[in-house]
T-cell receptor, first 112, second 114 residues
């Protein structure tokens, strides 16, 4: 799986958009970009994933650059409950199972 | 509702003892995974299984074993607990096939080895 690079920490004001970057310059053509988050002491939670098109769901938007070497997770209106560690992971989506490799992620702190 | 549960949620044991952490999921997922998480590290994969009777080693498998006798359960055994195995352990599951590949995680088991 391709290696990812994320800033260790970011701050965001409540109600503003949180934009979390991820670099994955060695990503291969069949690797997907996944985002998970982990709220303190809980198990990680899936947010969104994509291959090359931008994706949006009820939680977030995922913007992948045209060369696919980086991506941005956007939380459009961050709340205090979005304070968490956010993990960017790239992996092949197989018909079997995905054994994801987690890095250390970005600690997002949402403040009043 | 379908879920994934881990037990015990907290355990304190002594060096050298055998410890088993249970993981049970009711989604009928073929894929199950065990991770450990330590301060300063992300989640690291210990063992995983893609179905009954299938088990595979992850990146930090030394000192751990798993067995998969049915779809619902993947117990993690520490044969002889060591202080270096003090950690928070997370179990996860996912469906096979052409789904999203999403992993569903349990709430974690905090193990302290004295």
């Amino acid at each position: 799986d391709a290696k990812t690079t994320q800033p260790p920490s970011m701050d965001c004001a409540e109600g503003r958009a949180a934009n979390l970057p991820c670099n994955h310059s060695t990503i291969s053509g069949n690797e997907y970009v996944y985002w998970y988050r982990q709220i303190h002491s809980q198990g990680p939670q899936y947010i969104i994933h994509g291959l090359k098109n931008n994706e949006t769901n009820e939680m977030a938007s995922l913007i992948i650059t045209e060369d696919r070497k980086s991506s941005t997770l956007i939380l459009p209106h961050a709340t205090l409950r979005d304070t968490a560690v956010y993990y960017c992971i790239v992996t092949i989506l197989t018909g079997g199972g995905n054994k994801l490799t987690f890095g250390t992620g970005t600690q997002l702190k949402v403040e009043l | 509702d379908a879920e994934i549960t881990q037990s015990p949620r907290h355990k304190i044991t002594e060096t050298g003892r055998q410890v088993t952490l249970a993981c049970h999921q009711t989604w009928n997922h073929n894929n199950m995974f065990w991770y450990r998480q330590d301060l300063g590290h992300g989640l690291r994969l210990i063992h995983y299984s893609y179905g009954v009777q299938d088990t595979n080693k992850g990146e930090v498998s030394d000192g751990y074993s798993v067995s998969r006798s049915n779809t619902e359960d993947l117990p993690l055994t520490l044969e002889s607990a060591a202080s270096s195995q003090t950690s928070v352990y997370f179990c996860a599951s996912s469906e096979s096939g052409t789904g999203t590949g999403e992993l569903f995680f349990g709430e974690g088991s905090r193990l302290t080895v004295l």
